[in-house]
C-alpha cells in the first residue's frame, strides 16, 4: 500500500469522524429540545387546566414527566461525557505529536 493511499483513507477516516461526531451532538441537542418542550408544554397545560384527571390518567401523566426528565437529564450527560472525551482526545493527541 503506498504512501498516498494510506493519506487519502486516513483523510477520509478523519472527514467521516469529525461528520459522526457532529451528527451525534445533533441528535444529543435535538433530544433535549424537545423534551424541554414538550416537558414545558405539558406542565403549562396542567397549570392552566381546572379539571382533574382520573386516577390512571394522572398516574400516566407523572410517568410521563418523570420519563422526559431523565430524557432531559441523559441528554445533558450526553453532552457533558462529549465535552469530557473531547478534553480526553485533545490531551492525548497532545502527548502524541
Known amino acids: 500500500m503506498s504512501d498516498a493511499t494510506s493519506d487519502r483513507r486516513e483523510e477520509r477516516y478523519i472527514r467521516w469522524q469529525k461528520l459522526a461526531i457532529e451528527q451525534l451532538g445533533i441528535v444529543i441537542n435535538l ?3 424537545f423534551a424541554g418542550a414538550i416537558l414545558a408544554f405539558a406542565v403549562k397545560t396542567m397549570m392552566e387546566s381546572n ?3 382520573p386516577a390512571p390518567a394522572s398516574e400516566e401523566f407523572h410517568c410521563s414527566l418523570i420519563a422526559l ?3 432531559i437529564g441523559f441528554a445533558l450527560l450526553g453532552n ?3 465535552a469530557f472525551d473531547f478534553r480526553y482526545t485533545r490531551k492525548a493527541i497532545r502527548v502524541l505529536v
Open 51 to 53: 379539571e382533574v384527571l
Open 31 to 33: 433530544f433535549l429540545t
Open 80 to 82: 457533558v461525557t462529549r
Open 69 to 71: 426528565g431523565l430524557s
